[in-house]
């Protein structure tokens, strides 16, 4: 399994109580942006936010997905209950604003399922929900039965998660939930904690210049990091949207197919989401100029000059990485000037749709912002990573490198 790490919204000091899911939040993230960091294993715990009209199902009974791998590492064996979806519609996937509204209220009502099937239970069962399957919700099932001692069926948390999606939350509770959601985007980027709170900020902000604009991802990455959206959520639209999705048998808890741990990520079998999803174009590969207006205040100085390439092949939780970038990194590299320095990465996968990967100077060379500059710009015309992100074409297009300038 590749090391694996996630966003963090706010570090735990700041609440002395907190409710059962919320710690599932915590410990599992909840976001646009899953992270993995390569060469040893950083849990950070930030609460992260998660396709033409396609079939009522999105994917095809036949097509598996790799088990959800911060679960698998963070939950106990025998508290795992099962990786579902919940099928959800959007009308037109390449009209933005319906895209934009889609995933907010998808958000939105994942918090309110999750919170509702822990106050219904009792804390017996507990979810992380986000919409990872875009348009759908995934959700990752947890029955207490190590914690509490009792005999539960998991089967009986899929029945009080389906009466809950059944049912219409009051417009107070749709209120406080999209409230919490706009806070904790907010909180993301005035106050990240460590340096993979940082370089996951980093990477949202940019990928809203890499993705051309008007396109589906721009879209989705743009509205993950706009707090106001959430904070001005109507909660009688919402209800409306609701009562659509719930109509005609939708809403449904349904379970995931899982591949085998050793399923060839290559193979027809697994479901690869970006193929059902509409193109969205790229920015040429170049500088992109950002300021820490929008990635936030806390930017230290090797951070502020970082690189970015992708990966058009990766899938979500594959047991076994694809990206040709990996021999790259976390290895002492010689650069021009006689210059030796430590490059490090941090990947991060979009929605389960694109994975990109940043690159970024070792403090301990690159001790003061003109140096990580220097180390940067040799680093985006080194061959190797330019032949990764050539080597990841999609409809053409090179996916990088992008040197990122923070200003």
Same mark, same amino acid.
């Given at each position: 399994?590749?090391?694996?790490?996630v966003?963090?919204s706010?570090p735990?000091?700041?609440?002395?109580?907190?409710?059962?899911?919320t710690?599932?939040?915590r410990?599992?993230?909840?976001?646009?942006?899953?992270?993995?960091?390569?060469?040893?294993?950083?849990?950070?715990?930030?609460?992260?936010? &998660?396709?033409v009209?396609?079939?009522e199902?999105?994917?095809?009974?036949?097509k598996?997905?790799?088990?959800?791998?911060?679960?698998a590492?963070?939950?106990?064996s025998?508290?795992r &209950?099962?990786?579902?979806?919940?099928?959800?519609?959007?009308n037109?996937?390449?009209?933005?604003?319906q895209?934009?509204k889609?995933?907010v209220?998808a958000?939105?009502?994942?918090?309110l399922?999750?919170?509702q099937?822990?106050a219904d239970?009792g804390?017996?069962?507990?979810a992380v929900i986000?919409?990872?399957?875009?348009?759908?919700?995934?959700?990752?099932?947890?029955?207490?039965?190590?914690?509490? &001692?009792a005999?539960?069926?998991?089967?009986?948390?899929?029945h009080?998660l389906?009466?809950?999606a059944?049912?219409?939350?009051?417009?107070e509770s749709?209120?406080?939930?999209?409230?919490?959601?706009?806070?904790?985007?907010?909180?993301?980027?005035?106050?990240?904690v460590?340096?993979?709170?940082v370089?996951?900020?980093?990477?949202?902000?940019?990928?809203?210049q890499?993705?051309?604009?008007?396109?589906?991802?721009?879209?989705?990455v743009?509205?993950?990091?706009?707090?106001?959206a959430?904070?001005?959520?109507?909660?009688?639209?919402?209800?409306a949207?609701?009562?659509?999705?719930?109509?005609?048998?939708?809403?449904?808890v349904?379970?995931?197919?899982?591949?085998?741990p050793?399923?060839?990520?290559?193979?027809?079998?697994?479901?690869?989401?970006?193929?059902?999803?509409?193109?969205?174009?790229?920015?040429a590969?170049?500088?992109?100029r950002l300021?820490t207006?929008?990635?936030?205040?806390?930017?230290?100085?090797?951070?502020?000059?970082?690189?970015?390439?992708?990966?058009?092949?990766d899938?979500?939780?594959?047991?076994?990485p694809?990206?040709?970038?990996?021999?790259?990194?976390?290895?002492?590299?010689?650069l021009?000037?006689?210059?030796q320095?430590r490059?490090?990465?941090?990947?991060?996968?979009?929605?389960?749709?694109?994975?990109?990967t940043?690159?970024?100077?070792?403090?301990d060379?690159?001790?003061?912002?003109?140096?990580?500059?220097?180390?940067?710009?040799a680093?985006?015309?080194?061959q190797?990573?330019?032949?990764?992100?050539?080597?990841?074409l999609?409809? &053409?297009?090179?996916r990088?490198?992008?040197?990122?300038?923070?200003?």
């Amino acid at each position: 399994m590749r090391p694996t790490t996630v966003g963090v919204s706010s570090p735990r000091s700041r609440c002395s109580l907190v409710s059962p899911e919320t710690k599932e939040r915590r410990k599992l993230g909840v976001t646009l942006m899953t992270l993995r960091v390569r060469g040893a294993l950083l849990v950070f715990l930030f609460a992260l936010t &998660g396709w033409v009209v396609f079939p009522e199902n999105a994917f095809s009974d036949a097509k598996c997905f790799f088990s959800d791998a911060l679960g698998a590492t963070f939950v106990p064996s025998e508290d795992r &209950g099962g990786e579902f979806q919940i099928a959800l519609s959007v009308n037109d996937f390449h009209d933005v604003k319906q895209v934009q509204k889609h995933f907010v209220y998808a958000t939105v009502w994942a918090r309110l399922l999750a919170s509702q099937l822990a106050a219904d239970t009792g804390g017996l069962c507990n979810a992380v929900i986000g919409p990872y399957l875009f348009p759908n919700l995934h959700v990752f099932l947890i029955a207490h039965r190590a914690r509490t &001692g009792a005999i539960s069926d998991p089967a009986s948390c899929v029945h009080s998660l389906e009466k809950v999606a059944k049912s219409q939350p009051s417009a107070e509770s749709i209120s406080a939930a999209a409230l919490k959601e706009s806070q904790t985007i907010s909180r993301r980027f005035s106050s990240p904690v460590g340096y993979i709170g940082v370089e996951d900020n980093i990477l949202k902000i940019a990928l809203r210049q890499i993705y051309g604009p008007d396109t589906f991802m721009n879209a989705l990455v743009s509205i993950s990091t706009n707090s106001e959206a959430f904070h001005s959520l109507d909660p009688v639209e919402f209800q409306a949207w609701l009562q659509a999705q719930q109509s005609g048998g939708r809403s449904e808890v349904n379970p995931i197919a899982i591949c085998a741990p050793d399923t060839n990520p290559k193979s027809d079998r697994v479901a690869h989401p970006r193929e059902t999803l509409p193109y969205s174009n790229l920015a040429a590969a170049g500088l992109i100029r950002l300021s820490t207006t929008d990635t936030g205040p806390v930017v230290p100085p090797t951070l502020r000059h970082v690189i970015i390439v992708g990966d058009s092949q990766d899938v979500a939780n594959a047991p076994h990485p694809s990206l040709t970038i990996d021999d790259y990194c976390n290895k002492q590299h010689s650069l021009p000037n006689h210059t030796q320095a430590r490059i490090h990465c941090l990947e991060a996968m979009a929605l389960n749709i694109d994975t990109w990967t940043m690159l970024f100077c070792d403090a301990d060379d690159c001790t003061s912002e003109s140096a990580a500059e220097s180390v940067m710009a040799a680093v985006a015309k080194d061959q190797a990573v330019i032949t990764s992100a050539e080597g990841s074409l999609a409809r &053409g297009q090179a996916r990088g490198p992008y040197l990122v300038a923070i200003e």
